[in-house]
């Protein structure tokens, strides 16, 4: 077995193939001594000597280095580099350690961190979920530790972190200790201040298949259609047991559409399938129904508006007319005349509804 100093003289040798080498070696040694020989290596003259040293670095969390020292150590050395693979690899590496080892205190070092005009881009995914698992490995301090970070000035400052912070929620939610964010985010669900995060956190409960989200989440489709295909994707991996027929069936419309690749033929068969389904469920269907006339998927508008045009039923074409009368939707209310002068041409639906709805003009 080679001894350390017989690897520090390969690393500082003339061969750059022996030099990287012999540095990947050191990162295989969990010792103080090759902590701080790799330490060392972060001014090397061989800038792939310098990546392989911090990649290395972050795995260091424990042979006697003190987290911030460490981080400190990195952060220093990726302002001050110019390769652009070594520095990636510097704040990767204090990314990595903070989202270990990260306090409180650390995370608004982080989105300071990620404003520096020396930052790498694209480590701001590795740093926004760095700060995410502080946050959760923190769950006492929730949501007054969350709310610090979405408000920090950086974020509004730079469009680019927020973005970052954006993706990172959405997609870091499947790590075990990312749970203990989940109250958090059905909180912020119900501000509007926080609605440039609200898809994200609708596809954070979503991967986290959060049970207790339910209730939210068809609020959520209810109220603000840009939100259906978020909501209606997460209600698609929390499950569709406890949903109602209706919802179940959007759901699954939404799979299809957004997640499989049916032929043409097949595709064609179980969105007509779908449609009929709807217009079968009777007046039940038909909030869901005017609510995906405005999905922002033309798939899933034209299957609402295929499945309320194969309705017959009087009792659910009222149910129409006074839920679009209801919500003063002169586009929905239209529709709903256009039907019942449809498939009612005698007029005997109107007449059945006269003490309830007033036809547009």
Request: overall charge positive; aromatic content about 4%; charged content about 25%.
């Amino acid at each position: 077995m080679r001894t350390l100093g017989s690897i520090l003289g390969r690393v500082n040798g003339a061969e750059p193939a022996a030099r990287r080498a012999a540095a990947a070696e050191l990162g295989k040694r969990r010792t103080k001594a090759a902590r701080e020989a790799l330490e060392s290596c972060l001014d090397h003259r061989d800038p792939e000597v310098r990546r392989i040293a911090a990649a290395a670095l972050g795995q260091f969390l424990d042979a006697g280095a003190g987290p911030v020292a460490l981080v400190r150590l990195l952060v220093r050395a990726a302002r001050l580099e110019n390769d652009v693979r070594a520095q990636l690899a510097m704040w990767r590496a204090a990314a990595r350690i903070l989202s270990k080892r990260g306090r409180l205190c650390d995370v608004p070092r982080v989105t300071g961190f990620m404003a520096e005009p020396r930052f790498a881009d694209d480590c701001m995914g590795d740093m926004c979920a760095a700060a995410l698992a502080v946050l959760a490995a923190h769950p006492q301090a929730l949501p007054s530790s969350l709310l610090g970070l979405l408000e920090a000035g950086e974020l509004a400052a730079h469009p680019l972190i927020q973005t970052a912070l954006q993706k990172a929620i959405a997609t870091n939610a499947g790590q075990r200790l990312a749970r203990a964010l989940a109250p958090a985010y059905l909180d912020l669900l119900q501000d509007g201040a926080y609605a440039a995060y609200h898809p994200a956190f609708i596809e954070a409960l979503g991967n986290m298949r959060e049970v207790r989200a339910m209730g939210t989440l068809l609020e959520r489709f209810e109220t603000v259609p840009a939100l259906q295909d978020k909501v209606l994707g997460a209600l698609s991996l929390i499950g569709v047991e406890n949903l109602d027929p209706v919802m179940a069936c959007a759901v699954r419309l939404h799979e299809t559409i957004y997640f499989r690749s049916p032929s043409e033929r097949e595709f064609s068969t179980f969105f007509y399938e779908s449609a009929q389904k709807l217009s079968g469920m009777g007046p039940q269907a038909v909030p869901v129904l005017l609510r995906l006339l405005d999905h922002p998927n033309g798939a899933m508008r034209q299957n609402a508006r295929f499945a309320l045009e194969a309705i017959r039923d009087p009792e659910t074409l009222v149910q129409v007319l006074r839920i679009a009368e209801n919500r003063r939707d002169a586009a929905k209310t239209k529709l709903a005349w256009e039907l019942v002068r449809k498939n009612h041409p005698d007029h005997s639906l109107k007449a059945l509804a006269a003490d309830q709805l007033r036809e547009m003009p």
